[in-house]
Structure formats: C-alpha cells, structure tokens
C-alpha cells in the first residue's frame, strides 16, 4: 500500500530518509512544469544533498538540449549541477551503442537536438523523409525500400513524425538492424490540460508490424535501468529513491529497477487517483507526496528530532 509521506510518524519518516543514499528524478512535471520551476523545489534539493543524497535527473524529453537542462538545473542547484548528473535521452543511447562497439548506419526517427547529438558522437545518421509522397504504392515502395545499410533503427520524439517514416523504419527492421527505443510515453503532458501524443505509440506501432520488441533507453526500459545501474556503479538498488509524476512511466521504471519509488502530485496524478492503479502492481509506488518541494519539510522535520535526539542530520 502507497504510504503518505506527509501522514507518517516521525520515526518512518527518519527510516525513510536513512534508507536511501541517491534520488534519481524526473524533471518535467516533477521539478518544473514548461519553462516554470515548481516553488519550493531549490530548497528541497539542497536540503536532500545536504543530508548526504546524490541527486540524478533523469528526463525522457529530447526535445531540450542539454544546455536547455543544465540551464534549468543551473538555477535550481547554485549552479553546483554535473553533466554527470543529468540523464538526456540521447546519451543513453549513445553509451548504449559504444558499449556494444556499434559501427554502421543508423535510421533515426528524433528531434534535431536528438540526432545532432548522435551525429557529435560520431554515429552516421539517415533521417527523414518530412516531404509529401505521391499516393501511389510504387512511389511509396521505392521511398521507403532504398536499399540502405541501416544497422540500427532508433525511435524518439519527433514534431514531423509521418507514416512514411514508420515504413522505412519498418522495412529496416525486416533487414536485421537493431531495434532502439527511446521515450516511451504514450502521451506528453505539455500543461495541466492538454497533451500530445508521444512516441510510444510509434514504437509500439513498429513493433508490431516488424514484429520485434526494441531494446528501450528511455523510461520504463529495463535496458535504460541496466546502463544507469552501470554507469553510477548501483550495487543495492533499494538505496535509490526514483522520484517522478507519471504511473506508467516513472514509477513502473522504479519498479523494473528495484528502487523505492515515490510518486508526486504536481504532474496531475493526485493522491486521490491512487485506486485506480488497483490490479496494476507496477504501477503503484512506495510513497506519494503532494510535491517535490514537500521533501524539505520532512528532511527538517527529521532533523529536529534527531537534533532532539543528540543525532546530527543536515540541512
């Protein structure tokens, strides 16, 4: 059962806090929602790395560089952020393919920041088409069946997505080249009230048709959780703390990863909705919290009863 954080005694909210050593975070949603921060989130991160937690953020968006990230992140840390810290999704894949010594053409279906940055770290990328096709079969086959060396066909978000490129993704796929998966939302929050399809629907389109199931860099990819499992030499998954907004994304990422996880409400997903997840196990975290600026309130709270209690415990 999900637990209140706010709601608990202050005993479990001290073996709360003593029981992990990192917070891995989603961003959108969970410390800023567009270009806003959330108030409060500044005092919460520095009051968690006070107390010794290693805090990583991890995105799922391609769509901001990370210039855009460390910008954002720069304000909310005294600008005390590491490219280290910060998880975009390009450099999952791009480890991902360096780890397997990868060499060859590459289908990519992305935002530009995405494949710019596949493109810096030396990987050959075929991209499009974004033009209009003649509604005819042949003309279509000879677009989408050229013939190229693709090796390995990677799926993000792309504003210009069309059927035609699925076709020649497809057709990739049917050669034997790697199937990569980045972000697998199904649906982008962009405010309170809207939201965009996401690529998720595109993967799953593609991997139903080729009938392949992709290897997935994003959130709530196993593989994504071996390569960060590695890449920050996680020996007990239990000391993570993975905090996010999203069920079906960042708490299932926690889940498939073995970390304590904890859902927060400034995403949209209240208290209230937790019900809902009944028969969803995956779904359902270990704590829900109003926002991400209310963990200051239990670090402090914390430290007033170990202070009570002759224990030390930062802010």
């Known amino acids: 059962m999900t637990k209140n954080l706010l709601k608990l005694t202050i005993e479990e909210k001290e073996s709360f806090l003593d029981s992990f050593d990192m917070v891995q975070t989603d961003c959108d949603g969970v410390l800023w929602m567009l270009a806003d921060p959330f108030a409060g989130v500044e005092s919460a991160i520095r009051a968690l790395r006070t107390n010794g937690k290693r805090v990583i953020y991890v995105s799922n968006n391609s769509v901001r560089t990370m210039e855009d990230y460390r910008g954002k992140l720069d304000k909310l840390t005294d600008k005390t952020v590491n490219d280290d810290d910060i998880i975009h999704p390009a450099k999952i894949v791009i480890e991902y ?17 995405f494949k710019s940055y596949l493109r810096e770290a030396g990987f050959q990328i075929l991209d499009g088409p974004n033009e209009p096709v003649k509604e005819s079969i042949r003309e279509v086959g000879a677009v989408v069946s050229d013939g190229q060396p693709v090796k390995a066909v990677i799926v993000d978000f792309d504003y210009n997505m069309n059927n035609i490129k699925l076709l020649r993704a497809q057709m990739y796929l049917q050669e034997d080249a790697l199937f990569i998966a980045g972000a697998m939302d199904k649906v982008l929050p962009v405010s309170p009230r809207k939201r965009f399809i996401g690529p998720g629907c595109y993967v799953e389109i593609l991997q139903n048709a080729a009938n392949r199931k992709p290897a997935v860099l994003g959130k709530p990819g196993l593989e994504m ?3 960060l499992k590695k890449m920050y030499a996680i020996e007990d ?7 996010g ?7 299932k ?28 196990p995956d779904e359902i975290p270990d704590y829900y919290i109003e926002s991400f600026a209310a963990l200051e309130q239990i670090v402090r709270e914390v430290a007033a009863y170990k202070g009570r209690n002759g224990a030390k415990c930062g802010l």
């Open 97 to 113: 393919l360096r780890e397997r010594n990868f060499e060859g053409l590459c289908y990519v279906i992305g935002s530009s920041n």
């Open 225 to 227: 959780s071996e390569m």
């Open 237 to 243: 998954p239990r000391r993570v703390l993975f905090v």
């Open 245 to 251: 907004d999203q069920p079906e994304m960042d708490v």
């Open 253 to 280: 990422f926690g889940h498939v990863s073995s970390y304590q996880t904890l859902l927060v409400g400034t995403g949209g997903y209240k208290e209230e909705n937790l019900a809902k997840l009944a028969g969803k």
